[in-house]
């Protein structure tokens, strides 16, 4: 018997896997401001909400995030929802900045921030493309399952 190949997947129309919200964030009680980066899967689990473990370093104006896999959760309490990453940067300055973001040392995109008194996206990934970052919460969270790739 002959081996079939796969069917190849179309990338460029395939969803992405991540979504990354970037936001200002204010805690009162400790009194600190900063930037937040919250990670999130697009897909949603429905027995358990694993943690996203993502190792972060800055160096200068590059700030990377190494998307390392999924932990389970450290309650046995049934739940449904995506794994989840806070990133909290209190010491980020203003200016302009271009995050890295790695997927488990197989895939690499880069995005170009402007962190100012307002945060926008300058310049996002083209190719490959396997997290969407945005700067609206609505979006960020928005049900996938009725969206278009």
């Known amino acids: 018997m002959a081996k079939t190949k796969p ?3 179309n990338r460029a129309q395939s969803r992405p896997e991540y979504r990354l919200l970037i936001e200002p964030f ?14 999130r899967t697009t897909e949603e689990f429905e027995n358990f909400v694993y943690e996203l473990v ?6 200068g104006k590059k700030i990377f995030f190494k ?14 929802g ?3 990453c806070r990133c909290e940067f209190d010491n980020l ?19 170009r921030i402007s962190v100012h ?17 945005t700067t609206d919460r609505n979006e960020w969270s928005s049900n996938l399952e009725g969206e278009d790739a």
Do not use: C, H, M, W
């Not at 204010?26 to 600190?32: E, T």
């Not at 998307?67 to 739940?79: C, H, M």
């Open 7 to 9: 069917p190849k997947i």
């Open 26 to 39: 204010a805690d009162p009680l400790s009194k600190r401001t900063g930037v937040l980066f919250l990670f």
């Open 54 to 59: 993502v190792q972060t370093t800055i160096k």
């Open 67 to 80: 998307i390392a896999g999924l932990k389970p959760p450290l309650t046995g309490f049934p739940a449904a």
């Open 82 to 84: 995506p794994a989840l």
């Open 93 to 111: 300055e203003f200016g302009y900045y271009t995050l890295v973001v790695d997927r488990r040392g197989r895939q690499i995109n880069q995005f």
């Open 117 to 133: 008194k307002e945060i926008s996206i300058l310049q996002a990934a083209n190719e490959g493309k396997f997290i969407d970052v």
